[in-house]
């Protein structure tokens, strides 16, 4: 059990690529050595000299003995029964990260009732779960909340989704994100809009970047997709409609009022004449 237990403690650490454990520090490597060579050093010795050899015959006999031994035995014996103790230091940094906290964004619909969102985020807390961010969006029949969460690192996506549904949410949906979700969103759109102001041209640009999405051509999207709402449509006055994907996330109204104002935004500057005038 005991070798079983030493052998999953440094999977995790091979590499992809070539198979091998990262390098072991120095000092660790020495003990390691030292520990394993030892032992087999006093018996070689004890064996030699309790002999009747002639006195240069024993010392060959324990130098070529002994390297052998070195090499062959004590060596790879270190490196395969003190493995967890030579990689330590990457086993403990491993686990750190195995453990921290994940960052998530959720989706889900909520009844427009008393206490409905209160027993989400009740729930939530049960599982150490830190809500660092709320939007809430109009929708029908509800509302549609957005959560950017903290979680504990053992906790998988099944786990907030059931969660999310056990509150009582309905069409739960959740992804992995990063700190970026937590930037001010209207900080975020004020940046873009004045970027649109000195370069209208931009606005394909702007927008996809303001909803993390995916520029996509006409030719790319099936006529049959004007109700997938992973799909977002910006009419333009010279350009024709822009399009735009984020698969697996659907745009939400408020998000397409905020692409609509940025087109409306490019196309005034458009159309003021040359030099201000």
Same mark, same amino acid.
């Given at each position: 059990?005991?070798?079983? =237990?030493t052998?999953?403690?440094?999977?995790?650490?091979i590499c992809?690529s070539c198979?091998?454990?990262?390098?072991?520090g120095?000092?660790?490597? &020495? =003990?390691a050595?030292?520990? $394993?060579?030892l032992?087999i050093?006093l018996?070689?010795?004890?064996a030699?000299?309790? #002999?009747?050899?002639?006195?240069?015959?024993k010392v060959?006999v324990?130098?070529?003995?002994?390297?052998?031994l070195?090499?062959?035995v004590?060596?790879p014996a270190?490196a395969? =029964?003190l493995r967890?103790?030579?990689?330590?230091p990457?086993?403990r940094?491993?686990r750190?990260?195995?453990?921290?906290a994940?960052?998530w964004r959720?989706?889900v619909?909520?009844?427009?009732?008393? +206490?409905?969102?209160?027993r989400?985020?009740r729930?939530l807390?049960?599982?150490?779960?830190?809500?660092?961010?709320?939007?809430?969006? %109009?929708a029908e029949?509800?509302t /549609?909340?957005?959560?950017?969460?903290?979680?504990? +690192?053992?906790?998988?996506?099944?786990?907030i989704?059931?969660v999310?549904?056990?509150a009582?949410?309905?069409?739960?949906s959740?992804?992995?994100? &990063?700190a970026?979700?937590l930037?001010?969103?209207?900080t975020?759109?004020?940046?873009l809009?004045a970027?649109?102001?000195?370069?209208p041209?931009?606005?394909?640009h702007?927008v996809?970047?303001?909803?993390?999405a995916?520029? $996509?051509?006409p030719c790319?999207?099936a %006529?049959?997709?004007?109700?997938?709402?992973?799909?977002?449509?910006i %009419? #333009?006055a010279?350009h024709g409609? /822009?399009?735009?994907?984020?698969t697996g996330?659907?745009?939400?109204l408020?998000?397409?009022a905020?692409?609509?104002?940025?087109a409306?935004?490019?196309e005034s500057?458009e159309?003021? %004449? $040359?030099?201000? +005038?």
């Open positions: 059990m005991k070798r079983h =237990l052998h999953a403690a440094t999977a995790d650490l992809d198979g091998q454990l990262p390098e072991p120095k000092t660790r490597v &020495t =003990l050595n030292v520990a $394993v060579m032992p050093e018996l070689v010795h004890a030699v000299v309790n #002999t009747h050899l002639p006195y240069l015959a060959l324990l130098a070529v003995t002994a390297t052998a070195v090499i062959f004590a060596d270190a395969r =029964l967890s103790f030579l990689h330590a990457a086993i940094r491993r750190r990260l195995d453990t921290a994940a960052l959720a989706r619909l909520v009844r427009d009732e008393p +206490g409905a969102l209160e989400i985020t729930r807390a049960r599982l150490d779960i830190n809500i660092l961010s709320i939007h809430v969006h %109009p029949l509800g /549609l909340d957005e959560f950017v969460l903290s979680a504990p +690192g053992g906790l998988r996506e099944d786990d989704l059931g999310l549904h056990d009582g949410g309905r069409a739960a959740i992804w992995p994100t &990063t970026l979700a930037a001010d969103g209207q975020k759109a004020l940046t809009a970027r649109l102001t000195r370069d041209s931009e606005l394909r702007v996809a970047e303001l909803l993390s995916e520029v $996509v051509q790319e999207v %006529p049959s997709s004007s109700t997938d709402r992973t799909i977002l449509k %009419p #333009t010279w409609p /822009l399009l735009f994907r984020r996330e659907p745009f939400t408020a998000e397409s905020r692409a609509h104002r940025l409306e935004i490019a500057v159309r003021q %004449p $040359v030099g201000g +005038g």
